[in-house]
Each structure stands twice: as C-alpha cells, then as structure tokens.
C-alpha cells in the first residue's frame, strides 16, 4: 500500500473520490480505463467436461486475476461450475461461457475455497447456485474484505464492481445427483483450514482445486503441511480419472498429487534445515532450490514466500519466550 494513508486502500480512496474533481484527476490519468475483457479459452477434456487453464502467474493486471483453473461440467440437470474466478467480470464472462458449452442454465456452482482467484466471481451467479462448505462460507465472510483490499491493488480495473458473495447452500457429505453426473463432495483440509475437492462417481473426474498444483509452485500462506500431505495420501487413495488441479494442466492419473507432495516435503525440509543450521530468514530465503523445480512456474517466488511465514512459525514452536514464566 506504498504512497498511500494508513488504513486507506486504493479502492476506499477511489471510492473517497467518486463525484469530485479529484475523480475527472484518477480518469484522466487512466485510473479508470474502459472495461477489460478476459480471454477463456474452454479447453475440453472428455464428454462435457471443460476447464479454462489459468495463467501460470502471479496475480498483476496484466492477467486481471485469471490464474486459477476453472471448470464446467455438462449434466441433464444443467451446467455445473466449479470456482468462479478473480472477479465480477470474470464470474460474467465464465457464466456466459458455461450456458453456450451446454445450452443449459446453470444447476451448480462450487467453490472450492475462500482464496481471492477462486471465489470473486461468485457475484455473478445466483446465490442459490452457488455451493460450498461451512469452512470456506466462514471463511469468506471473514476474509472477503481484506482479499477485496488486495485484489483491487494487485489486479486495478479489472476487479471494478467485485464484491465477495457467500455461497447460499451449504453441502453435506452426500453426493448431489445431477443425472448423469454423482458429484460427491469432499471436505479437506491442509492447503487452507477447508478445502473443498468434487469427484464426479460417474465419470471418475477428480477435482481437486488448490490441494493440487501442476507444473507451478504451490501457495502456502494459510496452509497447514502436516494436513496437507495427509490430505494428499486420502486423493491418492482415491480411484480417478481425470484430474484437474487448482493450478496447472489437467490429466489422467495422479502426477499432480505426487508432484505437490514433493514440493511441500522439499520447502519443509529445507527451511527446517536451514533453520536448525541457525540460519537466519534471509540467508533461508536465498538458499538454491533443488534441480527439478526449474521447471516449476513461480519456484523461486512461492519459496521466498513459504520461508517469511514457515520460518515465523518454527520460531514461535521452538524458541520458548523468555519474558513470561
Ligand atoms: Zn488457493
């Protein structure tokens, strides 16, 4: 929030503005630019299912957000969708998108949990539609705003009119039958406190959203590992077909799961290591990565983050304070 008042975000200041002089200042400086249009691609991986591959990126404004994968199913009930992108414009763009792939409107909508690049497009949907767990409906409504903040200041105009939405169904354990399609939801943990994966029983599609990443680094700021790689054993043991990730090439079999096993096994231990050897957060941070992550997208990128908040939290586990008894 460089340049900025405490506790002003550039969405509260454009907002501030609106209606002032100030306003014609931020539109005249391109602040406010025309509408931006995302491109989705459907990419189509067996009969009536599609996915639209995000961007192997961080979140800038040049991608406007759009770098997690999201997926549209045919069924005799009517399209189903599972996450709904980084904002307003997209959940349009991808509602639009799922209504021509199956000339159906939309039966579902599910969220596979409460981080920015996956929910924000909720708005265009109709409440009803829209479904997930308790864990990620709570944690939307407590961090809705605060990934609002951030979005706004990493993605600018493309986010314009995203408000965070609260799914309106909460899902049990029961699968809900679409016809030709039996998705059993699957409630999960480790890569955020709830995580939300979809097995379709009838095709053996497995959705797995972020528990599983591709070919791009996995993102760890409100991860627990020891779950996660629980979590990653229980959908290994799980008897699929196709597997589309939350990031990242979707594919028969189960190369994501053990690919993001592996990186989280690789960050963990190295940063324990290094934090054993009494190296400090930069020296951790600059340590070099093994060989097989050059071919990862954002290795570098999600290490130095994994090591700000890992290292953090050995810190508080192991150095007991010594100004309290
Ligand atoms: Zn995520």
């Known amino acids: 929030m460089q340049g900025l008042p405490p506790g002003m975000t550039r969405r509260r200041l454009l907002a501030a503005l609106a209606g002032t002089a100030a306003a014609q200042y931020v539109s005249a400086f391109g602040l406010e630019a025309s509408p931006l249009s995302y491109t989705l691609k459907p990419q189509q991986l067996a009969k009536g299912v599609w996915y639209v591959a995000g961007a192997q990126e961080a979140i800038s404004r040049d991608n406007g957000g759009a770098i997690a994968n999201t997926v549209v199913l045919d069924s005799k009930a009517g399209a189903i969708v599972v996450d709904t992108g980084p904002s307003l414009r997209y959940g349009q763009q991808l509602a639009t998108l799922a209504r021509d792939l199956t000339n159906k409107d939309i039966a579902r ?27 990620v409906i709570d944690g939307i409504k407590s961090m809705g705003s605060a990934f609002a903040d951030a979005m706004y200041y990493a993605a600018g105009d493309w986010m314009r009119g995203t408000e ?6 909460i899902l ?77 090439p979707a594919e028969p079999g189960a190369r994501g799961i053990a690919q993001t096993r592996q990186w989280l096994e690789t960050i963990e231990t190295q940063i324990i290591e290094a ?19 050059e071919k ?14 890992l290292y953090a939290k050995l810190e508080a586990s192991r150095w007991p304070r010594v100004d309290v008894r």
């Open 275 to 293: 934090f054993d050897k009494g190296l400090d957060v930069a020296e951790t941070t600059a340590l070099a990565l093994p060989a097989w992550t």
């Open 109 to 135: 909508v599910y969220v596979t949990h409460f981080h920015p690049d996956h929910m924000f497009g909720n708005q265009a949907f109709r409440p009803d539609t829209l479904a997930s767990s308790t864990g």
């Open 172 to 248: 049990g354990t029961e699968p809900e039958d679409f016809g030709d399609r039996i998705i059993r939801p699957l409630h999960m943990t480790g890569h955020t406190a709830a995580d939300l994966a979809l097995f379709d029983e009838v095709s053996g599609v497995l959705i797995a959203g972020d528990l599983v990443f591709l070919d791009r680094a996995p993102t760890t700021p409100h991860a627990d590992i020891a779950r996660w790689r629980n979590t990653l054993a229980a959908l290994g043991g799980i008897s699929h077909g196709l597997l589309i990730p939350g990031h990242g």
């Open 164 to 169: 965070p939405v609260m799914p309106g169904t």
């Open 296 to 309: 990862i997208a954002l290795a570098r990128y999600e290490y130095e983050r994994s090591v700000m908040h």
